[in-house]
């Protein structure tokens, strides 16, 4: 299959990620499990991850004695590493040049597992279903601290929020959007003809004119009703998607409410859902009522380049509530110092290590 369009960074820079762990050698039952997940979002995760196992092998024939760190090359993350291991290669044929790799390399070992992760997970998946096969699939992204809002073909509108991703393909009988990081609004128009189904890691939801707000968060996804109703059910990589989309224990959400679906794909009901943290990002604002330390972090560095690290476990799960602004992260460290529970130190501009104030 050729690609439609030029290859996504931000897909390319995953895939080098998960080249890199099957070249260490260590992905475990669960992260074997998370990767089936990744290619099974789209058929470009698997072009592109064959094609970084093929860089990685080729780099490890020309450099036998591994003097050349790849993780740390790749850690880095600088604009021109990925483009320049990609610009030269054919896309048509990603496998070129891999066979010429020394057979001690883990990646071209791993291979077959690639292979069986993949080709299994887009079945029993339901990738068919996902329409990410087709012609007209298109992803669209946020990147660090962005936010974009993108009208579809028939009337519904998206509104992503930082570091998101969705891909939308309306060339079935259905209109598919496939949320595949992040968080967006959807604003679906009214087709009583054709549902409008939302697909977030293992989660479901179908509608067929409403408003709701989706956020996937280490494998699990929350929607938020704003208008209308939804109904939310669980694919997993054990059951396939039925034609009607969804299983029979689909929940039906109304608005006001919210639905959290665990990585397990056990469904949690809320009634009177908090409207306001859940949408407060459309504003730039970030609302936290005693959520713990860790996520409040993780969830500033979703907006900004500054990385904040919390240096210690039980300092992580310490209980945080206040309104601070998306784009203002020193507010953040500057609440922290004068807590008296925590002190910051700053590393150059870019990155504040936060650990637990010492008793004087």
Same mark, same amino acid.
């Given at each position: 299959?050729?690609?439609?369009?030029?290859?996504?960074?931000?897909?390319?820079?995953?895939?080098?990620?998960?080249?890199?762990?099957?070249?260490?050698?260590?992905l475990?039952?669960?992260?074997?499990?998370?990767?089936?997940?990744?290619?099974?979002?789209?058929?470009?995760?698997?072009?592109?991850?064959?094609?970084?196992?093929?860089?990685?092998?080729?780099?490890?024939?020309?450099?036998? @004695?591994?003097?050349?760190?790849?993780?740390?090359?790749?850690?880095?993350?600088?604009?021109?590493?990925?483009?320049?291991?990609?610009?030269?290669r054919?896309?048509?044929?990603?496998?070129?040049?891999?066979?010429?790799?020394?057979? @001690?390399?883990?990646?071209?070992?791993?291979?077959?597992?690639?292979?069986?992760?993949?080709?299994?997970?887009l079945?029993?998946?339901?990738?068919?279903?996902?329409?990410?096969?087709?012609?007209?699939?298109?992803?669209?992204?946020?990147? $660090?601290?962005?936010?974009?809002?993108?009208?579809?073909?028939?009337?519904? $509108?998206?509104h992503?929020?930082?570091?998101?991703?969705?891909?939308?393909?309306?060339?079935?009988?259905?209109?598919?959007?496939?949320?595949?990081?992040? @968080?967006?609004?959807?604003?679906?128009?009214?087709?009583?003809?054709?549902?409008?189904?939302?697909?977030?890691?293992?989660?479901?939801?179908?509608?067929?004119?409403?408003?709701?707000?989706?956020?996937?968060?280490?494998?699990?996804?929350?929607?938020?009703?704003?208008?209308g109703?939804?109904?939310?059910?669980?694919?997993?990589?054990?059951?396939?998607?039925?034609?009607?989309?969804?299983?029979?224990?689909?929940?039906?959400?109304?608005?006001?409410?919210?639905?959290v $679906?665990?990585?397990?794909?056990?469904?949690?009901?809320?009634?009177?859902?908090?409207?306001?943290?859940?949408?407060?990002?459309?504003?730039?604002?970030?609302?936290?009522?005693?959520?713990?330390?860790?996520?409040?972090?993780?969830?500033?560095?979703?907006?900004?380049?500054?990385?904040?690290?919390?240096?210690?476990?039980?300092?992580?799960l310490?209980?945080?509530?206040?309104?601070?602004?998306?784009?203002?992260?020193?507010?953040?460290?500057?609440?922290?110092?004068?807590?008296?529970?925590?002190?910051?130190?700053?590393?150059?501009r870019?990155?504040?290590?936060?650990?637990?104030?010492?008793?004087?």
């Amino acid at each position: 299959m050729k690609p439609t369009t030029d290859p996504n960074p931000i897909i390319v820079e995953e895939a080098a990620h998960w080249a890199v762990r099957l070249d260490d050698d260590d992905l475990q039952g669960a992260e074997k499990s998370e990767l089936a997940a990744w290619l099974c979002q789209s058929p470009q995760h698997v072009q592109e991850l064959l094609v970084a196992a093929s860089v990685l092998a080729g780099c490890a024939a020309l450099d036998p @004695e591994r003097s050349i760190s790849i993780d740390e090359l790749l850690s880095e993350k600088a604009p021109e590493v990925i483009p320049l291991m990609t610009r030269e290669r054919k896309r048509g044929d990603p496998f070129r040049g891999f066979w010429r790799s020394v057979s @001690e390399n883990r990646v071209a070992a791993a291979i077959p597992l690639i292979l069986v992760l993949a080709l299994g997970a887009l079945v029993v998946a339901g990738v068919l279903d996902l329409g990410l096969w087709g012609k007209d699939a298109r992803v669209y992204a946020t990147a $660090v601290g962005e936010q974009r809002s993108v009208a579809l073909d028939d009337g519904s $509108v998206v509104h992503l929020n930082t570091r998101s991703r969705v891909a939308v393909d309306f060339s079935g009988a259905a209109r598919v959007a496939s949320l595949l990081d992040g @968080e967006a609004v959807f604003k679906v128009a009214r087709d009583a003809q054709r549902p409008f189904k939302v697909h977030a890691g293992d989660t479901l939801v179908e509608v067929r004119g409403t408003e709701f707000n989706v956020r996937l968060y280490h494998r699990a996804a929350t929607i938020t009703v704003l208008e209308g109703r939804v109904a939310v059910s669980t694919t997993g990589l054990s059951r396939a998607v039925g034609p009607e989309g969804g299983s029979p224990e689909a929940v039906i959400v109304a608005a006001g409410n919210q639905a959290v $679906v665990s990585g397990d794909g056990r469904i949690t009901a809320h009634t009177e859902a908090d409207l306001e943290k859940a949408l407060s990002w459309r504003t730039r604002r970030l609302i936290f009522r005693s959520d713990p330390l860790g996520a409040v972090v993780d969830e500033f560095n979703r907006y900004n380049r500054m990385e904040i690290v919390v240096a210690d476990d039980a300092l992580a799960l310490t209980s945080i509530s206040g309104v601070f602004s998306a784009d203002d992260p020193d507010s953040l460290l500057e609440f922290l110092a004068t807590s008296g529970k925590a002190q910051v130190t700053r590393v150059g501009r870019d990155r504040a290590i936060v650990q637990a104030a010492t008793e004087r």
